[in-house]
T-cell receptor, first 112, second 116 residues
Framework: AQSVTQLGSHVSVSEGALVLLRCNYS??????LFWYVQYPNQGLQLLLK??????LVKGINGFEAEFKKSETSFHLTKPSAHMSDAAEYFC??????????FGRGTSLIVHP | DTGVSQNPRHKITKRGQNVTFRCDPI?????LYWYRQTLGQGPEFLTY????????KSRLLSDRFSAERPKGSFSTLEIQRTEQGDSAMYLC??????????????FGEGSRLTVL
């Protein structure tokens, strides 16, 4: 069994500020972890993934995430937010079957 | 390849009617997934195929829901006797079954169902 909890349905930051989107997971097997982004009227696209290699994972558009087993967390960060980062972000977990279970999503709002 | 394609993009129907959605995956991918997404929620897994075999269908929401992938290429998701609670976005995704790209889902833009 696996599940994902995303803390905060909305996160609001100023342009240029740090972005931190929180994700905690539960998995009965070693997890594969993913972050997806969904822009308005577009399909979900993969930002980054963790598959048991390096615990700090770098993705597209300057995003990165760190796998912390002791905290069962996989938080997404970006040092400096851009207006174009405004979107819905989904954390997902899967086991060896590669069927991702998604969180409820966090809407990132970027203020000028 | 232009990615995962879903049709129609939007379907409005009356309660009790049947609807069918089509998904054309990325041609090199072995796996095809169907998810449902309602407002304010993340995608909810429904079923998936590996080539033409439907390997998991216990998560389909009721026996009114069925999916096919007859030749291991495109897939259809049918909802019979639609109910207002079926109103949602239906997402299709595809991926490789193994190797470096395993588990990386490529999503289509979705098919939005509105049941009146």
């Amino acid at each position: 069994a696996q599940s994902v909890t995303q803390l905060g349905s909305h996160v609001s930051v100023s342009e240029g500020a740090l972005v931190l989107l929180r994700c905690n997971y539960s998995s009965s097997v070693p997890p594969y972890l993913f972050w997806y982004v969904q822009y308005p009227n577009q399909g979900l696209q993969l930002l980054l993934k963790y598959t048991s290699a390096a615990t700090l994972v770098k993705g597209i558009n300057g995003f990165e995430a760190e796998f912390k087993k002791s905290e069962t967390s996989f938080h997404l960060t970006k040092p400096s937010a851009h207006m174009s980062d405004a979107a819905e972000y989904f954390c997902a977990v899967s086991g060896g079957s590669y069927i991702p279970t998604f969180g409820r999503g966090t809407s990132l709002i970027v203020h000028p | 390849d232009t990615g995962v394609s879903q049709n129609p993009r939007h379907k409005i129907t009356k309660r009790g009617q049947n609807v069918t959605f089509r998904c054309d995956p990325i041609s090199e991918h072995n796996r095809l997934y169907w998810y449902r997404q309602t407002l304010g929620q993340g995608p909810e897994f429904l079923t998936y195929f590996q080539n033409e075999a439907q390997l998991e269908k216990s998560r389909l929401l009721s026996d009114r829901f069925s999916a096919e992938r007859p030749k291991g290429s495109f897939s259809t998701l049918e909802i019979q006797r639609t109910e207002q609670g079926d109103s949602a976005m239906y997402l299709c995704a595809s991926s490789f079954k193994s190797g470096q790209g395993a588990g990386e889902l490529f999503f289509g833009e979705g098919s939005r169902l509105t049941v009146l």
